[in-house]
């Protein structure tokens, strides 16, 4: 082979192979990305699954209800409490982990189940009345989220 050939080779390799490997890698780092995100949300769904075990250990509390018990012994208010502290911080997690303004469809689809369990634990009024308490303290974008949440619900 002679100069010629070896350079109109490597001209090939540049204008066809370079492109290729470039759309090879995007390809590679949108998967591992993926796949960071679903790690992410197992992780954040086995935390609420425990979370419920938690709740059914602690089922004279009745936090499953949608109704308030309001005659609770100063242990069981001591145990909702941290009860209420542990979720709030999973809820913060989550938000910290999920959450973006402008959300892909893959990533609204992961948030989308915990809006409806953070909207569905401030829909109890115990939960709500709870939140001045939890709230101090945790990410400032968080606490806004769930202030502006908190507006909606009737």
Do not use: H
């Not at 086995?46 to 709740?55: H, I, P």
């Amino acid at each position: 082979m002679d100069l010629q050939t070896w350079e109109l080779l490597s001209y090939m390799v540049t204008v066809i192979g370079l492109p290729f490997a470039l759309i090879a890698f995007y390809m590679q780092q949108r998967k591992e990305r993926q796949n960071e995100e679903a790690e992410i949300y197992q992780s954040l769904s086995d935390e609420y699954a425990d979370f419920q075990r938690l709740l059914l250990r602690n089922a004279d509390l009745q936090l499953t209800l949608p109704t308030n018990i309001d005659n609770l012994t100063p242990d069981q208010r001591e145990r909702k409490k941290i009860i209420f502290d542990i979720l709030i911080s999973l809820f913060e997690r989550a938000f910290i982990l999920v959450y973006e303004e402008n959300m892909s469809k893959q990533t609204a689809r992961l948030w989308a189940s915990w809006e409806d369990y953070i909207r569905s634990w401030c829909s109890r009024k115990d939960f709500r009345d709870a939140l001045p308490e939890l709230l101090p303290g945790e990410d400032p974008d968080f606490e806004d989220y769930i202030r502006k949440l908190l507006q909606k619900i009737p």
